[in-house]
């Protein structure tokens, strides 16, 4: 191996320590650009044979519930102790006022979360009344992180010199600010519309295979496919399962070929004005949040204001060869789990 310089060194130690760490994050820790990070961090898995760990994290519950209890007259703590021990439940708090017990619960669906207040709460025993309603979004330490993250963005954003640099850290935080395992995001309309030679200009793409990118692109010139749609009629759109939705009939089996699951797409816009478009895919079926769409509407709107600086630019970027042979590929910023 050879010997490591000191940036190589310091960006090692923050992977060693972290693995999970997004490359936006290192280049702030390091002071350097996202676009250097993913250059070393290439060059130390290459030709150092570094490795970077895998960590399998509990997926979020889909639905959490909270719950205000009024508790019959000496049954406070009987009720307090029997909601305590029910699986769903992550904490029970006993308060001053109104309502005697405040129940937290986590859910795979809004269905097992009703179920589960009809069954332990309306209809059971030493409960007078109650109330309950839906988390929608916990703000904490660590969701203000991600706003922090977002700025971080903002600031990166600034600073590109062309509009592949821009989109490729478009790519990044759409993967790792909002956990999309792929993304397609494009300047403008000519991925559909441009020369044949041209085609991959003003666009980039994570976890897709060039030849997904490209059939969508020929067959969107000759029928009502969901994605081109998108792009020409700037609709959002979400899509629990595009392998069985019948949106995305047309493509079974490029859908089935790439395998993902849910997928999300929406027009990127200054103002009044279409900039381009940006799809996330889920390799899993995932439930459409509040939260999510408001995320990605954020990040759309943050890179449309970044395009204004470019205007509809098309670029020489020469493809990578991961693109040139049709194999799914990272453009340097697969995310690390």
Not at 75 to 82: G, K, L, S
Not at 117 to 138: F, K, L, P, Q
Request: proline share 3%.
């Amino acid at each position: 191996m050879s010997e490591l310089d000191p940036l190589d060194q310091r960006i090692f130690g923050l992977l060693a320590e972290n693995g999970r760490m997004s490359n936006l994050e290192l280049a702030g820790h390091v002071g350097v650009s996202e676009k250097t990070v993913r250059q070393r961090i290439r060059r130390l898995t290459e030709r150092d044979g570094m490795r970077i760990g895998a960590t399998l994290a509990r997926s979020a519950a889909r639905s959490r519930l909270i719950v205000l209890v009024r508790a019959e007259s000496g049954q406070r703590f009987a009720v307090a102790h029997r909601l305590s021990a029910l699986p769903e439940v992550d904490e029970v708090h006993m308060t001053t006022g109104n309502w005697e017990l405040i129940v937290m619960a986590s859910f795979n669906s809004d269905s097992d979360a009703l179920t589960f207040y009809v069954n332990h709460v309306e209809r059971a025993a030493g409960i007078d009344d109650s109330r309950s309603t839906h988390i929608v979004e916990t703000i904490s330490s660590k969701t203000g992180e991600s706003a922090a993250a977002f700025e971080q963005f903002g600031v990166r954003a600034s600073s590109a010199e062309s509009l592949p640099e821009l989109l490729d850290l478009v790519c990044d935080a759409a993967t790792e600010l909002l956990g999309a395992d792929r993304v397609h995001v494009s300047a403008d309309d000519s991925w559909l519309t441009g020369p044949d030679a041209s085609w991959t200009k003003s666009m980039r793409w994570r976890g897709l295979s060039s030849r997904y990118v490209e059939e969508i692109r020929m067959m969107g010139r000759d029928s009502a496919l969901t994605v081109p749609n998108v792009v020409r009629h700037h609709q959002h759109l979400f899509v629990a399962d595009a392998q069985t939705d019948p949106l995305f009939e047309s493509i079974s089996h490029l859908v089935a070929s790439e395998g993902y699951h849910s997928w999300f797409g929406m027009p990127v816009r200054n103002g009044d004005t279409l900039r381009g478009t940006l799809c996330l895919y889920w390799n899993g079926i995932i439930t459409y949040r509040e939260d999510l769409g408001i995320r990605s509407q954020e990040l759309a709107d943050m890179l449309g204001k970044h395009l204004a600086r470019f205007g509809n630019e098309q670029t020489d970027a020469v493809p990578e060869e991961s693109e040139l042979t049709g194999a799914s590929h990272d453009r340097g910023g697969t995310p690390r789990t």
